[in-house]
């Protein structure tokens, strides 16, 4: 299996504008995990989904961050509009539920202008 | 509420030395699942070990090894005779739950070996 698939690596952008992060899970995982990281907080679980829906959204911060999982194989994170402080790496990572072990991406690094 | 708290922050021994980092956590599920993961300087998280609540046999691979205890909620990680690979930041995670596993990571410990 290729593993979990993040796309961009890297982005840079402007304050304002609009982030979209992307995540292809392991085939056959049905849980899937958006992670943040930063020096100051460490990993920080932003959103998580099983069988594509959102069980818990308790960790994205605020209203400019959105999710979704539109089937088994794709997620998106959003950031709309964009701050610097939301530069950070994001991770996704996948899970079979029942295993519980969680196979990560490669990170995405956000820098925002 | 579930936690994790790795109260070292950063370690530093020298090549060939013993090192255990410390995790406690808190929950009060009576199922739930504890990691390590190893995050090198390239930036990519590894996983090191899971083991869930029922079993509180400790585990050793090769030069690393694991102590579980729940009675002090701890699951320490012991690396023997450390290596300049070894060097990174080490996670401790808990998941909860069975089928919905939210795993919440604690702050991490950077190990430095130093040759």
């Known amino acids: 299996d290729a593993g979990v698939i993040q796309s961009p690596r890297h982005e840079v952008t402007e304050m304002g504008q609009e982030v979209t992060l992307r995540c292809k899970p392991i085939?056959?995982?049905?849980?899937l995990f958006w992670y943040r990281q930063t020096m100051m907080r460490g990993l920080e679980l932003l959103i998580y989904?099983?069988?594509?829906?959102?069980?818990?959204d308790s960790g994205m911060p605020e209203d400019r961050f959105s999710a979704k999982m539109p089937n088994a194989s794709f997620s998106t994170l959003k950031i709309q509009p964009s701050e610097p402080r939301d530069s950070a790496v994001y991770f996704c990572?996948?899970?079979?539920?029942?295993?519980?072990?969680?196979?990560f991406g490669e990170g995405s690094r956000l820098t925002v202008l | 509420a579930q936690k994790v708290t790795q109260a070292q922050t950063e370690i530093s021994v020298v090549e060939k030395e013993d090192v255990t980092l410390d995790c406690v956590y808190e929950?009060?599920?009576?199922?739930?699942?504890l990691f390590w993961y190893k995050q090198p300087p390239s930036g990519e998280l590894v996983f090191l070990i899971r083991?869930?609540?029922?079993?509180?046999q400790n585990e050793i691979s090769g030069r690393y090894s694991w102590n579980f205890q729940k009675s002090t909620s701890s699951f320490n990680f012991t690396i023997t005779a450390s290596q300049v690979v070894d060097s990174a930041v080490y996670f401790c995670?808990?998941?909860?739950?069975?089928?919905?596993?939210?795993?919440?990571f604690g702050i991490g410990t950077k190990l430095q070996v130093i040759p």
């Open positions: 083991r869930n609540s029922f079993d509180e």
């Open positions: 995670a808990l998941g909860l739950g069975v089928g919905y596993q939210k795993v919440t």
């Open positions: 085939s056959g995982h049905n849980s």
């Open positions: 990572a996948s899970a079979d539920s029942f295993t519980g072990e969680l196979f």
């Open positions: 989904f099983n069988n594509n829906v959102p069980i818990d």
């Open positions: 929950t009060r599920d009576t199922t739930y699942y």
